[in-house]
Nanobody, 124 residues
C-alpha cells in the first residue's frame, strides 16, 4: 500500500505562484496531479513517469505549470505560476506502481493510490 502525502497548498493572489509536493512512501512508476474545484469533476493537471521523466500536461495549464520529480525522495513537485482564480481547487496526487504509457496518464482510473489533497486558492 503506497501512501501519498501532499503539501504546499495555500492562498495566493492572481498572478502568483504555488509549489505543491507529493511524497510517496515507496518508489512508484507514474505520478500525477489532478484537481477538483467546487461543483466540478476531478480533472487531470499533469503527470510524470518516474524513471524517465516523461511528462504530460493538460491544455488548460500548459505553459503555466511544470511537473518534476526527485527519485531519491520518491517525491513529485508541481510548480504553478501565473495563477488564475479558476485554478482554485483541491489538488490530489495519484500514483501507479508501474510506468504508464502517455495515453494512459490523463485518466484517473489507471492510478491505484491517492493522497488526501491540498487546497490551493487563488483570490485577491
Amino acid at each position: 500500500q503506497v501512501q501519498l502525502v501532499e503539501s504546499g497548498g495555500g492562498l495566493v493572489q492572481p498572478g502568483g505562484s504555488l509549489r505543491l509536493s507529493c511524497v510517496a512512501s515507496e518508489r512508484t512508476g507514474t505520478m500525477v496531479w489532478f484537481r477538483q474545484a467546487p461543483g466540478k469533476e476531478r480533472e487531470f493537471v499533469a503527470g510524470i513517469t518516474m524513471a524517465d521523466a516523461n511528462t504530460l500536461y493538460a491544455e488548460s495549464v500548459k505553459g503555466r505549470v511544470s511537473i518534476s520529480r526527485d527519485n531519491a525522495k520518491n517525491t513529485v513537485y508541481l510548480q504553478m505560476s501565473s495563477l488564475k482564480p479558476e485554478d482554485t481547487a483541491v489538488y490530489y496526487c495519484g500514483a501507479r506502481p508501474r510506468r504508464l504509457v502517455q495515453y494512459q496518464i490523463p485518466y484517473s482510473r489507471w492510478y491505484d493510490y491517492w493522497g488526501q489533497g491540498t487546497q490551493g486558492t487563488v483570490s485577491s
